[in-house]
């Protein structure tokens, strides 16, 4: 918008505001256009006001915890900043993800201490759907951890979500990969995955499917054995993270692979 224009639309607005609509310069489809474009420029303003708002408010939600090998990372760690840890799942245990998170199968309801590696059962909160619904969260993220360090992340805009729907390429609000937000491609982005009769894919966060070897993403929950090279392992399930700084193809094996998915939610 040149300097000329910005000049009209303040001196016709602000004779339109004093009365004088009747001026020959503020006249037909010209002073309806202004008008309108003054409140399109308002509600950028109200929209960039809140998003500085909510960043500046919640910055330390967005943050993760410092990488360690030595330090034992403890949940209350986890949950500093007004996180709640309402999920852990454990690789290897071979219990379902998906069903665990969902409907509480084969979990505990007691809180794990640290991110100690261990075989345990699946936390899950007791009665999660109510917490959830009474929480009414307006943050969610998903965490991976290994070696007591948080190597993967993804943080949420939970508000009006319930346990499925938060999970969900269009509330992407930050990541530890630079490539995954709001507006990429994913052929698949949510909780029920990818599942046939050749694999077996939750929580999963994939950009495309052209083939093992062309398989391209960012997060999957491998619950048993698949066809692919990057669905075979010793146990299950596993928890795989592309190991760079965007997306990576699956079949060149370079994934990570975590000890524990989490999920956490903050009112």
């Known amino acids: 918008m040149d300097t000329l224009f910005l000049v009209a639309l303040t001196a016709c607005v ?52 410092p990488s360690s090998i030595t330090t034992l990372l403890r949940a209350a760690d986890l949950e500093k900043g007004g996180w709640r840890l309402v999920f852990r799942a454990t ?88 490539d995954l937000t709001a507006s990429g491609f994913y052929n698949v982005f949510s909780v029920d995955g990818s599942v046939s009769k050749y694999y077996t894919r939750t929580f999963l966060i994939n950009s495309a499917y052209g083939g093992c070897p062309k398989d391209l993403g960012h997060l999957a929950v491998v619950e048993k054995m698949g066809s692919c090279e990057w669905d075979t392992h010793p146990a299950y399930p596993q928890f795989l993270y592309a190991d760079l700084n965007h997306s990576d193809l699956w079949e060149k094996q370079r994934f990570g692979r975590a000890d524990f998915f989490a999920i956490f939610a903050s009112a």
């Open 91 to 178: 690789s290897g245990n071979g219990q379902n993800v998906h069903d665990a998170w969902l409907t509480g199968a084969g979990t505990t309801d007691t809180k794990p201490d640290d991110m100690s590696r261990t075989y345990s059962n699946h936390f899950r909160v007791a009665d999660v759907e109510n917490v959830w619904k009474a929480m009414a969260p307006r943050y969610a993220k998903v965490g991976l951890y290994r070696d007591n360090r948080e190597v993967a992340y993804v943080v949420f805009d939970a508000k009006d979500s319930d346990l499925k729907s938060w999970f969900a390429k269009d509330r992407v609000l930050d990541a530890s990969w630079s």
């Open 14 to 65: 602000v004779l339109m505001r004093g009365g004088y609509a009747d001026e020959p310069f503020c006249s037909g489809n010209f002073a309806g256009q202004l008008l309108n474009l003054e409140k399109s420029l308002s509600d950028v303003t109200d929209r960039l006001k809140h998003v500085e708002y909510t960043y500046n408010r919640h910055a330390n939600l967005l943050s993760h915890p």
